[in-house]
């Protein structure tokens, strides 16, 4: 694959990502997909999707995980739902991504993501410390699959992030770095950020978001955006991707499924976009 080919995120029935028609009529060569429901994680439901990619002449990157209950309505509401971390649904969403991991091996891909959710501060407490010991295991479950697991950012600062994964302890843990999401949370400069967890940067996000006011930043959301119109600045962005070496594919995210009619348009911009940028820094 050449270096730092176009995607998009995607979703088979599930999620918040554009249709895989969307991909095709934009020529868009990858995509990460949102995991489908448990329903439709089997090898036929595989196999049919897995047909479809290949005749549109698209490689699935990365297979995202995502649960029932979870709610990004505001910044509180999706530290309670959202990811592994709650621990009334902790085993039970260990198990889930555990199939989500054989499903996506079914798919021929050897990445699954997720958001884990808000990783508790304290690495004392007993929530800290229960956390690292089923990240581990699915860990050890997913490498089975010759997979690799990426951690969504934006949750936790950069430093955060990077101390919950070296007490993971365990070779096949990586980031999805998304730029935009730093600052929707209010969790640090997303460049900064990026050059601090570059070594562990193995796919990413191109979305685009503006600043909350700062009296509310780190409680109230920011604001998503079409790409270019936000507080990223992409081509810094790209610039320091490939600083850190960064080859992978430049995944669009608009997470706008509510208006498609929008969200394919504000794709297909970010694709022009991007393609610009990287016939700009790339030279190809
Ligand atoms: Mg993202």
């Not at 884990?116 to 479950?141: C, M, N, Q, W």
Request: charged letters at 20%.
């Amino acid at each position: 694959m050449s270096k730092w080919p176009i995607g998009v995120f995607a979703s088979i029935d599930a999620g918040l990502g554009v249709h895989l028609e969307v991909a095709r009529e934009l020529g868009v060569p990858t995509i990460q997909v949102h995991a489908p429901h448990a329903g439709t994680r089997n090898p036929a439901a595989a196999a049919a999707f897995l047909k479809k990619c290949s005749d549109a002449g698209i490689t699935i990157t990365a297979v995202f995980g995502g649960f029932e209950g979870e709610s990004y309505a505001d910044i509180a509401t999706t530290a309670k739902t959202v990811g592994l971390v709650p621990e009334v649904t902790r085993a039970a969403r260990v198990q889930e991504m555990k199939e989500i991991s054989d499903f996506t091996k079914l798919l021929g891909c050897n990445t699954v993501a997720l958001h884990i959710g808000f990783v508790p501060e304290d690495s004392a407490s007993a929530s800290y410390k229960d956390l690292i010991t089923v990240t581990r295991d699915l860990l050890d479950h997913i490498k089975a699959n010759g997979q690799n697991l990426h951690l969504e950012t934006g949750q936790e600062s950069a430093d955060h992030l990077l101390h919950f994964i070296s007490d993971v302890q365990r070779d096949n843990l990586f980031i999805n770095f998304d730029p935009a999401n730093m600052i929707l949370y209010g969790t640090g400069e997303p460049i900064a950020a990026l050059k601090k967890v570059g070594h562990l940067v193995r796919s990413i996000h191109c979305k685009d978001a503006k600043w909350a006011p700062v009296e509310v930043r780190g409680t109230g959301w920011g604001q998503e955006v079409p790409l270019g119109d936000g507080d990223v600045g992409m081509e810094n962005y790209l610039r320091t991707l490939l600083a850190i070496g960064y080859t992978g594919p430049l995944t669009i995210e608009r997470e706008i499924p509510q208006d498609p009619v929008r969200q394919k348009a504000d794709i297909g911009q970010a694709v022009k976009i991007l393609t610009t940028l990287r016939e700009k820094i790339l030279g190809t």
